[in-house]
Protein backbone atom coordinates (compact mmCIF):
# COMPACT_ATOMS: atom_id res chain seq x y z
CA UNK A 1 0.00 0.00 0.00
CA UNK A 2 1.36 3.40 -1.22
CA UNK A 3 1.14 7.12 0.38
CA UNK A 4 1.12 10.05 -1.53
CA UNK A 5 3.40 12.68 0.44
CA UNK A 6 1.25 16.24 -0.21
CA UNK A 7 2.55 19.32 1.09
CA UNK A 8 -0.48 20.09 4.06
CA UNK A 9 -0.52 24.01 4.45
CA UNK A 10 -0.23 25.52 7.88
CA UNK A 11 -2.97 26.34 10.02
CA UNK A 12 -4.69 29.82 9.24
CA UNK A 13 -3.25 30.03 5.44
CA UNK A 14 -5.24 30.35 2.16
CA UNK A 15 -5.43 27.45 0.49
CA UNK A 16 -3.62 27.23 -2.62
CA UNK A 17 -6.58 27.13 -5.12
CA UNK A 18 -8.12 29.83 -3.20
CA UNK A 19 -5.76 32.52 -4.06
CA UNK A 20 -6.87 34.57 -7.29
CA UNK A 21 -4.79 33.53 -10.75
CA UNK A 22 -3.93 36.89 -12.27
CA UNK A 23 -4.02 35.14 -16.00
CA UNK A 24 -7.51 33.95 -15.16
CA UNK A 25 -8.85 37.59 -14.50
CA UNK A 26 -11.29 38.67 -16.87
CA UNK A 27 -10.29 42.33 -18.00
CA UNK A 28 -13.17 44.44 -16.82
CA UNK A 29 -14.65 47.25 -18.86
CA UNK A 30 -12.13 50.19 -19.56
CA UNK A 31 -12.85 53.48 -16.82
CA UNK A 32 -12.10 56.57 -18.34
CA UNK A 33 -10.17 58.33 -16.22
CA UNK A 34 -7.74 61.44 -15.62
CA UNK A 35 -5.28 62.22 -17.95
CA UNK A 36 -1.31 61.19 -16.69
CA UNK A 37 1.21 64.18 -17.30
CA UNK A 38 4.26 62.83 -18.15
CA UNK A 39 7.50 64.65 -17.13
CA UNK A 40 9.29 66.52 -20.24
CA UNK A 41 12.02 64.68 -21.76
CA UNK A 42 15.28 66.57 -22.11
CA UNK A 43 14.59 67.08 -26.10
CA UNK A 44 11.48 68.41 -25.36
CA UNK A 45 12.78 70.58 -22.73
CA UNK A 46 15.44 71.61 -25.09
CA UNK A 47 12.81 72.96 -28.23
CA UNK A 48 11.87 75.29 -25.35
CA UNK A 49 14.99 76.88 -24.38
CA UNK A 50 15.60 80.75 -25.66
CA UNK A 51 16.28 81.00 -28.89
CA UNK A 52 19.43 83.07 -27.96
CA UNK A 53 21.14 80.36 -25.61
CA UNK A 54 20.78 77.88 -28.24
CA UNK A 55 22.61 80.53 -30.65
CA UNK A 56 25.70 81.10 -28.05
CA UNK A 57 25.60 77.45 -27.71
CA UNK A 58 26.39 76.39 -31.48
CA UNK A 59 29.37 79.54 -31.59
CA UNK A 60 30.56 78.39 -28.48
CA UNK A 61 31.05 74.82 -30.28
CA UNK A 62 32.06 76.44 -33.56
CA UNK A 63 34.91 78.66 -31.48
CA UNK A 64 36.15 75.47 -29.40
CA UNK A 65 36.36 73.17 -32.99
CA UNK A 66 38.67 76.37 -34.67
CA UNK A 67 40.49 76.50 -31.63
CA UNK A 68 41.01 72.91 -31.24
CA UNK A 69 43.57 72.36 -33.80
CA UNK A 70 45.64 75.01 -32.83
CA UNK A 71 45.27 73.66 -29.06
CA UNK A 72 46.13 70.33 -30.12
CA UNK A 73 49.26 71.97 -32.35
CA UNK A 74 50.24 74.02 -28.98
CA UNK A 75 49.80 70.98 -26.60
CA UNK A 76 51.05 67.99 -27.85
CA UNK A 77 54.80 69.90 -28.25
CA UNK A 78 54.56 70.76 -24.80
CA UNK A 79 53.77 67.83 -23.63
CA UNK A 80 56.25 66.14 -25.53
CA UNK A 81 59.27 69.22 -24.44
CA UNK A 82 58.30 68.41 -20.73
CA UNK A 83 58.96 64.49 -20.93
CA UNK A 84 62.22 65.77 -22.84
CA UNK A 85 63.03 68.27 -20.16
CA UNK A 86 62.37 65.37 -17.24
CA UNK A 87 63.88 62.65 -18.72
CA UNK A 88 67.30 65.15 -19.28
CA UNK A 89 67.02 66.22 -15.43
CA UNK A 90 66.71 62.52 -14.40
CA UNK A 91 70.07 62.22 -16.15
CA UNK A 92 71.66 65.02 -14.42
CA UNK A 93 70.20 64.45 -10.83
CA UNK A 94 70.83 60.26 -10.84
CA UNK A 95 73.09 59.15 -14.02
CA UNK A 96 75.11 61.67 -14.83
CA UNK A 97 76.04 64.60 -12.43
CA UNK A 98 79.07 66.13 -14.63
CA UNK A 99 75.50 66.41 -17.60
CA UNK A 100 74.37 69.97 -17.35
CA UNK A 101 70.62 70.62 -15.93
CA UNK A 102 68.55 72.47 -17.99
CA UNK A 103 68.47 75.34 -15.55
CA UNK A 104 72.18 75.38 -15.98
CA UNK A 105 72.21 74.98 -19.78
CA UNK A 106 69.50 77.99 -20.39
CA UNK A 107 71.33 80.58 -18.06
CA UNK A 108 74.29 79.57 -20.00
CA UNK A 109 72.68 79.82 -23.09
CA UNK A 110 71.09 83.41 -22.36
CA UNK A 111 75.15 84.73 -21.54
CA UNK A 112 75.95 83.10 -24.83
CA UNK A 113 73.55 84.74 -26.99
CA UNK A 114 73.59 87.90 -24.97
CA UNK A 115 77.06 88.55 -27.17
CA UNK A 116 77.03 86.12 -30.49
CA UNK A 117 78.76 88.31 -32.16
CA UNK A 118 82.11 88.82 -30.31
CA UNK A 119 85.50 88.53 -31.66
CA UNK A 120 88.78 88.00 -29.81
CA UNK A 121 91.12 87.37 -32.13
CA UNK A 122 91.08 83.95 -34.83
CA UNK A 123 90.39 81.37 -32.34
CA UNK A 124 87.68 83.45 -30.13
CA UNK A 125 84.59 84.22 -31.81
CA UNK A 126 81.12 84.41 -30.93
CA UNK A 127 78.98 81.45 -31.40
CA UNK A 128 76.97 83.86 -33.99
CA UNK A 129 80.04 84.39 -36.10
CA UNK A 130 80.81 80.37 -36.26
CA UNK A 131 77.00 80.43 -37.53
CA UNK A 132 77.20 82.76 -40.03
CA UNK A 133 80.82 80.96 -41.32
CA UNK A 134 78.93 77.93 -41.42
CA UNK A 135 75.97 79.24 -43.25
CA UNK A 136 77.77 80.47 -45.86
CA UNK A 137 79.81 77.26 -46.64
CA UNK A 138 76.98 75.11 -47.18
CA UNK A 139 75.26 77.92 -49.32
CA UNK A 140 78.56 77.71 -51.77
CA UNK A 141 78.42 74.48 -51.71
CA UNK A 142 74.70 73.79 -51.88
CA UNK A 143 75.04 76.29 -55.15
CA UNK A 144 77.77 74.69 -56.23
CA UNK A 145 76.03 71.12 -56.67
CA UNK A 146 72.38 72.79 -57.40
CA UNK A 147 74.47 73.78 -60.90
CA UNK A 148 76.14 70.93 -61.80
CA UNK A 149 73.22 68.83 -60.87
CA UNK A 150 70.23 69.94 -63.03
CA UNK A 151 71.99 70.08 -66.29
CA UNK A 152 73.52 66.50 -65.85
CA UNK A 153 69.96 65.27 -64.46
CA UNK A 154 68.05 66.81 -67.62
CA UNK A 155 70.70 65.00 -69.66
CA UNK A 156 70.39 62.12 -68.04
CA UNK A 157 66.76 61.97 -68.40
CA UNK A 158 66.43 63.11 -72.13
CA UNK A 159 69.14 60.79 -73.15
CA UNK A 160 68.73 57.07 -72.26
CA UNK A 161 72.38 56.66 -73.66
CA UNK A 162 74.06 59.37 -71.42
CA UNK A 163 72.16 57.86 -68.41
CA UNK A 164 73.58 54.41 -68.90
CA UNK A 165 76.69 56.22 -69.40
CA UNK A 166 76.57 57.77 -65.98
CA UNK A 167 74.38 56.03 -63.56
CA UNK A 168 77.53 53.16 -62.73
CA UNK A 169 79.16 56.33 -61.18
CA UNK A 170 76.65 57.62 -59.29
CA UNK A 171 75.66 54.43 -58.03
CA UNK A 172 79.24 54.01 -56.44
CA UNK A 173 80.02 57.27 -55.58
CA UNK A 174 76.38 58.13 -53.93
CA UNK A 175 76.90 56.12 -50.83
CA UNK A 176 80.10 57.08 -49.97
CA UNK A 177 80.39 59.01 -46.36
CA UNK A 178 80.93 62.69 -46.56
CA UNK A 179 84.01 62.23 -44.15
CA UNK A 180 85.31 59.62 -46.44
CA UNK A 181 85.84 63.24 -49.14
CA UNK A 182 87.58 65.54 -46.50
CA UNK A 183 91.21 63.73 -46.99
CA UNK A 184 90.66 64.63 -51.10
CA UNK A 185 89.78 67.89 -50.49
CA UNK A 186 92.50 68.68 -47.98
CA UNK A 187 94.88 67.15 -50.61
CA UNK A 188 93.74 69.09 -53.49
CA UNK A 189 92.88 72.31 -52.38
CA UNK A 190 94.98 72.57 -48.97
CA UNK A 191 92.78 74.89 -47.29
CA UNK A 192 90.19 74.57 -44.94
CA UNK A 193 87.62 76.38 -46.36
CA UNK A 194 87.48 74.53 -49.95
CA UNK A 195 87.78 71.63 -48.42
CA UNK A 196 84.68 72.14 -46.36
CA UNK A 197 83.15 73.47 -49.44
CA UNK A 198 84.04 70.33 -51.78
CA UNK A 199 82.82 67.94 -49.20
CA UNK A 200 79.51 69.75 -49.24
CA UNK A 201 79.31 69.80 -52.81
CA UNK A 202 80.11 65.80 -53.51
CA UNK A 203 77.63 64.90 -50.88
CA UNK A 204 74.56 67.07 -51.64
CA UNK A 205 74.69 66.99 -55.45
CA UNK A 206 73.18 63.55 -55.71
CA UNK A 207 69.36 63.84 -54.27
CA UNK A 208 68.72 67.00 -57.01
CA UNK A 209 70.46 65.43 -59.90
CA UNK A 210 68.34 61.80 -59.59
CA UNK A 211 64.94 64.28 -58.60
CA UNK A 212 65.77 66.20 -61.58
CA UNK A 213 66.46 62.69 -64.14
CA UNK A 214 63.34 61.49 -62.51
CA UNK A 215 61.58 64.18 -63.39
CA UNK A 216 62.53 64.95 -67.16
CA UNK A 217 61.33 61.01 -67.56
CA UNK A 218 58.19 61.61 -65.71
CA UNK A 219 57.19 64.41 -68.46
CA UNK A 220 54.20 63.17 -70.40
CA UNK A 221 54.92 62.04 -74.18
CA UNK A 222 52.53 64.28 -75.35
CA UNK A 223 54.12 67.19 -74.73
CA UNK A 224 56.83 66.13 -76.22
CA UNK A 225 54.79 65.24 -79.64
CA UNK A 226 53.31 68.34 -79.12
CA UNK A 227 57.19 70.30 -79.02
CA UNK A 228 57.49 67.79 -82.21
CA UNK A 229 54.61 69.16 -83.99
CA UNK A 230 55.45 72.76 -83.44
CA UNK A 231 59.11 72.07 -84.36
CA UNK A 232 60.56 73.97 -81.39
CA UNK A 233 64.32 74.01 -81.08
CA UNK A 234 66.52 72.34 -78.59
CA UNK A 235 66.15 75.64 -76.80
CA UNK A 236 62.40 76.42 -76.96
CA UNK A 237 61.90 72.68 -75.81
CA UNK A 238 64.27 73.23 -72.67
CA UNK A 239 62.69 76.62 -71.75
CA UNK A 240 59.29 76.18 -72.66
CA UNK A 241 58.19 71.98 -71.97
CA UNK A 242 61.00 70.57 -70.15
CA UNK A 243 61.98 73.02 -67.10
CA UNK A 244 58.46 74.20 -66.46
CA UNK A 245 57.91 70.59 -65.96
CA UNK A 246 60.37 69.36 -63.59
CA UNK A 247 60.42 72.34 -61.94
CA UNK A 248 58.80 70.44 -58.77
CA UNK A 249 61.04 67.47 -58.75
CA UNK A 250 63.94 69.50 -59.09
CA UNK A 251 62.91 71.92 -56.15
CA UNK A 252 62.54 68.38 -53.82
CA UNK A 253 65.57 67.73 -54.79
CA UNK A 254 66.96 71.41 -53.72
CA UNK A 255 65.58 70.49 -50.94
CA UNK A 256 66.81 67.39 -49.33
CA UNK A 257 70.66 68.20 -50.47
CA UNK A 258 70.19 71.53 -48.63
CA UNK A 259 69.42 69.08 -45.44
CA UNK A 260 72.09 66.79 -46.27
CA UNK A 261 74.47 70.02 -46.75
CA UNK A 262 73.77 71.17 -43.11
CA UNK A 263 74.32 68.00 -41.64
CA UNK A 264 77.26 67.39 -43.38
CA UNK A 265 79.12 70.77 -42.17
CA UNK A 266 79.20 69.84 -38.56
CA UNK A 267 81.67 66.96 -39.31
CA UNK A 268 83.84 68.77 -41.72
CA UNK A 269 84.42 71.74 -39.79
CA UNK A 270 85.49 69.49 -36.74
CA UNK A 271 87.97 67.85 -38.51
CA UNK A 272 89.33 70.59 -41.05
CA UNK A 273 88.90 73.62 -37.44
CA UNK A 274 89.49 76.99 -37.81
CA UNK A 275 85.93 78.94 -38.05
CA UNK A 276 82.60 76.99 -38.05
CA UNK A 277 79.78 75.94 -35.79
CA UNK A 278 81.33 72.19 -35.96
CA UNK A 279 84.82 73.42 -34.88
CA UNK A 280 83.01 75.34 -32.04
CA UNK A 281 81.33 72.45 -30.94
CA UNK A 282 85.06 70.66 -31.11
CA UNK A 283 86.77 73.49 -29.10
CA UNK A 284 83.67 73.40 -26.40
CA UNK A 285 84.45 69.83 -25.97
CA UNK A 286 87.75 70.38 -25.12
CA UNK A 287 87.15 73.35 -22.96
CA UNK A 288 84.61 70.88 -21.53
CA UNK A 289 81.81 73.10 -22.11
CA UNK A 290 79.02 70.91 -22.62
CA UNK A 291 76.23 73.53 -21.44
CA UNK A 292 78.24 75.83 -24.93
CA UNK A 293 77.86 72.50 -26.83
CA UNK A 294 74.00 71.67 -26.03
CA UNK A 295 73.41 75.15 -26.92
CA UNK A 296 74.96 74.98 -30.23
CA UNK A 297 73.16 72.18 -31.22
CA UNK A 298 70.00 73.88 -30.55
CA UNK A 299 71.02 76.43 -32.97
CA UNK A 300 72.03 73.98 -35.37
CA UNK A 301 68.45 72.57 -35.17
CA UNK A 302 66.79 75.68 -35.57
CA UNK A 303 69.08 76.96 -38.53
CA UNK A 304 67.54 73.50 -40.03
CA UNK A 305 64.35 74.86 -39.73
CA UNK A 306 64.53 77.60 -41.33
CA UNK A 307 66.60 76.38 -44.29
CA UNK A 308 63.68 73.71 -44.34
CA UNK A 309 60.78 76.41 -44.13
CA UNK A 310 62.38 78.67 -46.85
CA UNK A 311 62.66 75.68 -48.97
CA UNK A 312 58.99 74.04 -47.94
CA UNK A 313 57.37 77.87 -49.21
CA UNK A 314 59.61 77.78 -52.63
CA UNK A 315 58.13 74.32 -53.28
CA UNK A 316 54.36 75.40 -52.08
CA UNK A 317 54.74 78.40 -54.82
CA UNK A 318 56.08 76.18 -57.69
CA UNK A 319 53.23 73.15 -56.47
CA UNK A 320 50.57 73.00 -59.86
CA UNK A 321 48.32 71.55 -57.58
CA UNK A 322 48.22 74.52 -54.80
CA UNK A 323 47.17 76.92 -57.61
Same mark, same amino acid.
Given at each position: ?????????? #??????????? &???????????????? =?????????????? =?????????????????????? /??????????????? $?????? /???????? #?????????? $?? @???? @?????????????????????????? #???????????????????????????????????????????????? @????????????????????????? +????????????? &?????? $????????? /????????????????????? +? #????????? /????????????????????????????????????????????? &??
Amino acid at each position: MSLSLTTIPA #AGSPRPDAVPR &RDTVSPGPAIAGPARE =EPARPADAAVGRPQ =ERIAVDRRFETMVEKLRPLTLA /ILLPTITFLIVLGAW $LFVHQE /IAPDFPSP #AATFEHGVEM $LS @DPFY @DYGPNDKGVGYQLLYSIGRVLVGFGI #AVAVAIPIGILMGLSRTFDRAWQPLIQILRPVSPLAWLPIGLLLFKAV @DPSAIFVIFITSIWPTLLNTAAGVR +AIPQDYMNVARVL &RLSRTE $LLFKVVLPA /IRPYVITGMKLSLGIAWMVIV +A #AEMLTGGVG /IGFYIWDEWNNLKVESIIVAILLIGLVGIVFDTVMTLIQNHFDYE &RK
